[in-house]
């Protein structure tokens, strides 16, 4: 039995347009993502919007149990590509027909935003109306005012393009982002879910989701997300102390779960960490970047709680830096052995089939996990979980392919040298078709649509898949984020090169683009 606290109740009959928030996965992960919770407090901050959550693999609201033909707008969260197919779920089981152009006037209109919407609407576009490309609250409120205003809005798409980031097909787009967090939206009123069913408990347990920054400036070379959401941006921490006070009164929970891009970059991360402490919270976080560790705020964080902290070291040295990733093994060893001296577990996260990689890089790769698990002084202290190199859109390494068999080869490798229990590894034909989703086009619209009636078999995916060529015209041609291409293809010949490019924070402007975006 699922009980929430805070859900949010109108009268339909005094709102002008019944919104549902859709996110493609199960409810525990919807519950995690902070993004979700910004949509229903943002929109139900509006007196005539009544925005209720539907969450897979259901098709009704949360709030009335109202199936999703009969909202007004219908919108999707594409925080993940192999979500994708569940969307089409969705709208089905919603009795919502799946392509655009078999619907009518009668039906809600269907967007999407996101992480995959922001990089690549492309195989979507056969079933979404409009893309939401950047931060939802810059556009929704434009957006769904143009859309009370218009006498038939399903009719008359071209008129959301004079929004900036409203896209649709083959029309440009600019990407737009909050340039100051203090202008986003910080929901205090959080949904809580009370249960004893697992599968209903968040990915934080019982937390209240702190935002801290947004974007990340590093320039890891094969993150999507280090490269579409730039600049960075933080919170002050007189601010945040204020928000997770609020939280917790209106919540009533004492855990806080601080939520960005990058969490330990905070130019105040200690001193939040300590000011929660000293307020009664426990404190946790998704991921610690290892260059922002320090003995002290571990120290703070184990004493707020935390049991365990999560680092990447993705691979070997060599291969990390033609991944951009600059922290030595001396580095890692370091915030291990300093993790383990305040008696916490260390989560490890690798990646395998990153370029320049080789099977000497594979062998050392193996050796080395074997290192960093014997630091352990107890069982599985130390858990590793290594997964296939993706290849994104916006990225340096977007010129890359995918090679199945060599990755499957890999993964049977490391397996083979690896006796650990905790040592969790992601299925590489999954991983095939998350990179097809993520670097393909219009054309993946039929193999979605089949994979609803049949199981779509991996020669079948593998059709479609594509190695884009450094001077091809890439599908996502149209969708300016920021980030220039002459800046990703000088970032991808330096990362053949084992060449890294020092933090921007520290070292300098690299002209990259991503600042002009805050200030055109």
């Not at 105040?268 to 426990?282: A, Y």
């Not at 915030?335 to 370029?355: E, Q, R, S, W």
């Not at 977007?398 to 690896?418: A, C, P, T, V």
């Amino acid at each position: 039995m699922l009980l929430e606290h805070n859900a949010i109740i109108k009268d339909i009959r005094k709102v002008d347009l019944r919104f549902a928030s859709c996110y493609p996965n199960l409810y525990r992960s919807a519950m995690s993502s902070l993004g979700f919770h910004i949509i229903y407090d943002f929109l139900n901050s509006r007196e005539d919007i009544y925005c209720e959550r539907v969450v897979y693999p259901h098709s009704k609201s949360l709030e009335t149990s109202t199936v999703l033909k009969d909202f007004d707008v219908v919108s999707f969260s594409l925080q993940y590509e192999q979500d994708y197919i569940n969307v089409l779920k969705m709208l089905k089981q919603g009795r919502i027909p799946l392509r655009k152009e078999d619907r009518t006037s009668k039906h809600p209109l269907i967007i999407a935003g996101g992480p995959c919407a922001s990089s690549n609407p492309l195989p979507m576009s056969r079933f979404i109306d409009l893309f939401v490309i950047g931060e939802a609250e810059v556009i929704l409120d434009n957006l769904l005012d143009l859309y009370i205003d218009l006498d038939n809005p399903k009719d008359n798409l071209d008129a959301f393009l004079e929004i900036e980031g409203v896209y649709l097909p083959d029309h440009p787009v600019k990407m737009v982002t909050v340039p100051d967090l203090m202008d986003a939206c910080h929901p205090i009123r959080q949904v809580v879910p009370e249960t004893d069913e697992k599968e209903y408990i968040p990915a934080f347990g019982r937390a209240f989701l702190l935002e801290v920054s947004r974007g990340c400036t590093r320039g890891c070379r094969f993150c999507m997300a280090g490269c579409i959401y730039r600049p960075r941006r933080e919170m002050p921490i007189k601010e945040l102390l204020n928000i997770a006070e609020k939280g917790g009164n209106a919540t009533g929970l004492n855990k806080i779960a601080l939520i960005g891009a990058a969490v330990s970059d905070h130019s105040k991360m200690e001193e939040l960490c300590q000011g929660l402490h000293e307020r009664g919270f426990q404190v946790t976080t998704p991921s610690l970047r290892i260059e922002s560790i320090t003995d002290n705020l571990l120290e703070i964080l184990k004493l707020s709680g935390l049991k365990t902290i999560t680092i990447a070291p993705e691979s070997i040295w060599k291969v990390r830096k033609a991944a951009n990733k600059s922290i030595t093994d001396d580095m890692i060893k370091d915030t291990i052995n300093t993790a383990f001296k305040h008696n916490l577990n260390v989560k490890l996260y690798f990646m395998l089939g990153l370029p320049t990689e080789n099977q000497n890089d594979i062998e050392c790769l193996g050796k080395y996990i074997k290192e960093l698990i014997k630091m352990g002084k107890r069982k599985n202290q130390v858990r590793v979980s290594i997964n296939p190199f993706i290849p994104k859109p916006h990225t340096p390494f977007q010129w890359e392919g995918f090679n199945l068999d060599e990755i499957k080869r890999k993964m049977k490798y490391i397996d083979s040298q690896i006796n650990l229990r905790s040592f969790k590894v992601e299925n590489p034909k999954t991983a095939l078709i998350q990179y097809i989703l993520s670097m393909g086009s219009l054309e993946l619209g039929d193999l979605l649509e089949r994979s609803l009636t049949e199981k779509v078999s991996v020669r079948d995916w593998s059709k479609l898949s594509h190695k884009w060529d450094i001077n091809e015209e890439l599908p996502w041609k149209n969708m300016d984020v920021g980030i220039k291409d002459d800046f990703l293809k000088k970032e991808y010949k330096k990362a053949i090169n084992d060449n890294l490019t020092p933090w921007c924070e520290e070292f300098g402007c690299y002209n990259c683009g991503a600042c002009n975006k805050q200030s055109s």
